[in-house]
């Protein structure tokens, strides 16, 4: 992770932080502006597109395109919509970033409503860490069990 990306980590959460918000609509021109003013680090545009892309591919964040139609017919982009995965979040609160573990909570509770609307808790919590055979999960569930009981129920012998 190079330091533009840590740069643009930093811009969403802030952005993210000033209200309870799941989700950030900062454009890429916003974000440039941000690092040339705060952190004196001056890219292009797609310098920070292949770093929002390596963010995605990591699991770090998730982002949603908005299309739409407008008055003529035409299709048109507007400035995607970016969430925080829980990994994200996790390297977040590990490197000590205020509101790390708020925005967590946030996200928590936005699930607990029901509200089927995006970000989506399949993809906030990505198991794709996890293997993919049944016996393989089931492997490392009894393997879970066993270290947890024996470090217990073992002696300490002199």
């Not at 890219?43 to 949603?64: A, G, P």
Request: charged share 30%.
């Amino acid at each position: 992770m190079n330091a533009t990306t840590i740069c643009i980590i930093n811009i969403l959460n802030h952005n993210m932080s000033q209200a309870p918000n799941r989700y950030t609509k900062i454009s890429v021109n916003k974000i440039i502006e941000i690092l040339a003013k705060l952190y004196d680090v001056h890219v292009h545009r797609r310098w920070v597109f292949y770093c929002i892309q390596w963010l995605k591919d990591q699991r770090f964040i998730n982002r949603e395109p908005r299309i739409y139609n407008d008055s003529a017919g035409r299709v048109s982009k507007k400035s995607s919509m970016i969430a925080f995965a829980k990994r994200g979040i996790d390297y977040l609160v590990k490197t000590g970033v205020l509101g790390a573990r708020e925005m967590h909570e946030n996200m928590i509770a936005w699930f607990k409503q029901g509200d089927g609307r995006w970000p989506y808790e399949h993809e906030y919590y990505d198991q794709s860490d996890l293997p993919e055979k049944p016996q393989d999960k089931e492997r490392l569930r009894r393997l879970a069990e066993i270290v947890g009981t024996s470090i217990r129920s073992e002696k300490v012998t002199k």
